[in-house]
T-cell receptor, first 115, second 116 residues
């Protein structure tokens, strides 16, 4: 069965500094990988996905993520953090070959951007 | 921008009572899902629904749970006899048919269910 690990419960970063939110996965085969963000009292909003092709994918709000197959990682990054980026970030994986549509989520990482 | 909407935002119910959580998916989407997140734990898959039938369900989705698309716009999750451990945030999601499994799911804001 697939699994996703987000090793940090919380990440604190100063405004204007680069940020990284880590995600590793465990799955057989080639996964589809996703990042979602949850702002307070809001649903999960899609940020970006990796399906195939270029390992660096760009998404909404200036975020990007790099797929690293050898390290089974899909870390979320942004060059310059904004206070408004403070939210809960979820990494998720889907295994397409199984014919399954379900997403397996990590536990989430709370990002706090300090002014 | 189209969005998935869920009602109510918070539901408090007594143990043993039936509860129905409601969702209005994005209008041209064909795949529908329910997920839940117990406080402090991971978001977990419950069920997927396509073409008026369940296409996949997890072990969490036992006989106490059912889903329905009663009128072509709403998508509901019913819990027949709630238990304390059903207390969680329940997320509805929908997905367009698009390029097979490549399309992403869009989630609602969630319904917080509290069983007392």
């Amino acid at each position: 069965a697939q699994s996703v690990a987000q090793p940090e419960d919380q990440v604190n970063v100063a405004e204007g500094n680069p940020l990284t939110v880590k995600c590793t996965y465990s799955v057989s085969g080639n996964p589809y990988l996703f990042w979602y963000v949850q702002y307070p009292n809001r649903g999960l909003q899609f940020l970006l996905k990796y399906i195939t092709g270029d390992n660096l994918v760009k998404g909404s709000y200036g975020f990007e993520a790099e797929f690293n197959k050898s390290q089974t990682s899909f870390h979320l990054k942004k060059p310059s953090a904004l206070v408004s980026d403070s939210a809960l970030y979820f990494c998720a994986v889907r295994v397409p070959w199984a014919g399954s549509y379900q997403l397996t989520f990590g536990k989430g990482t709370k990002l706090s951007v300090i002014p | 921008e189209p969005e998935v909407t869920q009602t109510p935002s918070h539901q408090v119910t007594q143990m043993g009572q039936e509860v129905i959580l409601r969702c209005v998916p994005i209008s041209n989407h064909l795949y529908f899902y329910w997920y839940r997140q117990i406080l402090g734990q991971k978001v977990e898959f419950l069920v997927s629904f396509y073409n008026n039938e369940i296409s996949e369900k997890s072990e969490i989705f036992d006989d106490q749970f059912s889903v329905e698309r009663p009128d072509g716009s709403n998508f509901t999750l019913k819990i027949r006899s709630t238990k304390l451990e059903d207390s969680a945030m329940y997320f509805c999601a929908s997905r367009a048919s698009g390029a097979g499994l490549n399309t992403e799911a869009f989630f609602g804001q969630g319904t917080r269910l509290t069983v007392v």
